[in-house]
């Protein structure tokens, strides 16, 4: 079945990038009915939805963080990217890598990675 | 930019039912999706477009949504349904948006 991996640096200086990769293994990442998504999550709060990207390249990002968010797909790796510029330390969070579907049923988030924390400290 | 709504907890006992809440605007217009989250675990979906259930999870959980509210139902709370539920659509202005969360305890 389809899995999804994060990894990338669990430590990360305030004002520099942070940068995160997601793998797909056992399915398509090249599908256009699928929007590969960071979300993440600070410690003991909710979820935040980071941007995601299709296939076509086509990307999408959260207006509160678009000034500071890069999302990349390397279809040949199978692999989605995360950068968050001039981070600071509201940044630090558990970083999710999720498949989002939007069909007939709506949108949603239908596969999960297990999370990488990363901390913004010096 | 859209947001939902959600109580921080709610609290039921082993056996009975339990109601979590998600209010945005219009949301009776959108279609909902609930996760469930468990300490140290990554969400997982648990109820789409409003009241479908993903295959494997159990018919105890049910969704709702009209108005301006979105309901996550679970009939015959087990101690195991202890987790942290969130609610989710999709807005034009803010794309996917979730709802804060609702702690789950079963006493």
């Known amino acids: 079945q389809v899995q999804l991996q994060e990894s990338g640096p669990g430590l990360v200086k305030p004002s520099e990038t942070l940068s995160l990769t997601c793998a797909v293994s056992?399915?398509?990442?090249?599908?256009?009915?699928?929007?590969w998504s960071w979300i993440r999550q600070p410690a003991g709060k909710g979820l935040e939805w980071i941007g995601r990207i299709q296939a076509s390249a086509s990307t999408n990002y959260n207006p509160s963080l678009k000034s500071r968010v890069t999302i990349s797909m390397d279809t040949s790796k199978k692999q989605f990217s995360l950068k968050l510029t001039s981070v600071t330390a509201a940044d630090t969070a558990v970083y999710y890598c999720?498949?989002?579907?939007?069909?007939?049923?709506?949108?949603?988030?239908?596969?999960w990675g297990q999370g990488v924390l990363v901390t913004v400290s010096s | 930019s859209y947001e939902l709504t959600q109580p921080p907890s709610v609290s039921v006992s082993p056996g009975q039912r339990a109601t979590i809440t998600c209010s945005g605007d219009?949301?009776?217009?959108?279609?909902v999706c609930w996760y469930q989250q468990k300490p140290g675990q990554s969400p997982h979906l648990l109820i789409y477009?409003?009241?479908k259930r993903p295959s494997g999870i159990p018919v105890r959980f049910s969704g709702s949504n009209s108005g301006n509210t979105a309901t996550l139902t679970i009939s015959g709370t087990q101690a195991m349904d202890e987790a942290d539920y969130y609610c989710?659509?999709?807005?034009?202005?803010?794309?996917?948006?979730f709802g804060g969360g609702t702690k789950l305890t079963v006493l």
């Open positions: 477009e409003d009241s």
């Open positions: 989710q659509a999709w807005d034009s202005s803010t794309a996917w948006v």
């Open positions: 056992g399915g398509s990442i090249s599908s256009g009915t699928y929007y």
């Open positions: 999720a498949r989002g579907v939007y069909d007939s049923s709506g949108y949603r988030f239908d596969l």
């Open positions: 219009k949301l009776g217009d959108k279609y």
